[in-house]
């Protein structure tokens, strides 16, 4: 049985695991309201930018753009995956991960090519682990990152796409629903795939310029959203998770006190009880 002493050492050791986990609880919450902020933000620009896309979808056959290009076979899909870099998060890292191999699985069994690029430490450490070639890595990705950083991605994967050299661009992030729901999904952003909107009648709407130019410069601006959309909700959700789990662990640390508290007590008494009984049994000697 531990001694009073080793089980106050520990019951110490484990109140300052506490105060770590707490203070990460609280920097994750201030983390993850910044960017649910930022999240919430940037959904009525991509909206709107959504909505334009779809009334003009008409007139897709119309103009030439590359990002329209509709490969008649897929061979080769670029998948980027993103992770974090930090770990005690859950299984913020673990579900995007298993999606990511699933859907590797997948092209494999369809004998589809494919090429994968990685933001987060933890996904690249992870492929390394396991043998898996991945093209480009990323750990410049965090609750700072912006638009720029999208728009970074975005030039690159439209730039393969219109040269052929991938004929789908696939985004695997957790995608932020609510507070209180995130999931692991698979985003297609390329080839792009206008929604049809249905358009009311007697609605007559004048385009300056001509409808064809505006939804050629709106396309660019459709990837772009969807990359800085996967951004965010990836990091975002990561900050959730990360709340999540340390105010567990902060919990379970409590917990944790209480038992050996109460074994302290328990020890502390036996070994008082132990001293009296050895005085009364010296007293007892002497008479």
């Known amino acids: 049985m531990a001694t009073p002493r080793e089980i106050k050492k520990r019951i110490n050791s484990v109140k300052n695991t506490r105060k770590i986990t707490r203070t990460m609880e609280m920097v994750a919450t201030s983390k993850s309201k910044k ?26 056959s119309k103009i030439h753009s590359s990002l329209l290009r509709k490969p008649e076979k897929i061979e080769k899909v670029a998948i980027l995956v ?10 913020y890292n673990s579900n995007v991960i298993k999606l990511a191999r699933s859907r590797i ?33 990323y750990t410049n990705i965090d609750d700072k990152s912006g638009y720029a950083e999208a ?28 507070s209180a729901q995130q999931t692991p999904e698979i ?7 206008p929604k049809e909107e249905e358009t009311q009648k007697g609605d007559v709407t004048i385009y300056e310029p001509s409808p064809e130019r505006i939804l050629e410069s709106l396309l660019p601006m459709v990837v772009n959203m969807a990359f800085y959309k996967a951004i965010l909700e990836a990091v975002t959700s990561e900050q959730i998770a990360r709340r999540i ?42 008479k």
């Open 151 to 178: 728009e970074y991605f975005a030039n690159y994967f439209k730039d393969k796409f219109s040269k052929e050299k991938v004929d789908s661009v696939e985004i695997i992030s957790t995608v932020y629903h609510s």
């Open 35 to 60: 960017m649910t902020n930022k999240v919430n933000a940037s959904k009525p620009y991509a909206q709107k930018i959504e909505e334009l896309v779809s009334s003009l979808s008409g007139l897709s």
């Open 105 to 137: 699985a997948e092209l494999k069994r369809e004998g589809i090519a494919y090429e994968l690029h990685v933001v987060g430490k933890k996904g690249i450490s992870f492929f390394k682990f396991i043998k898996e070639p991945v093209v480009t890595s």
């Open 187 to 193: 985003t297609k952003v390329l080839p792009i795939q």
């Open 245 to 286: 789990a340390m105010k567990a662990a902060t919990d379970a640390a409590g917990e944790m006190v209480k038992i050996l508290t109460r074994g302290y007590n328990r020890a502390r008494q036996a070994k008082i009880t132990q001293e009296i009984s050895e005085i009364v049994a010296g007293a007892d000697s002497l």
């Open 82 to 91: 993103i992770t974090a870099n930090r770990g005690l998060c859950g299984g």
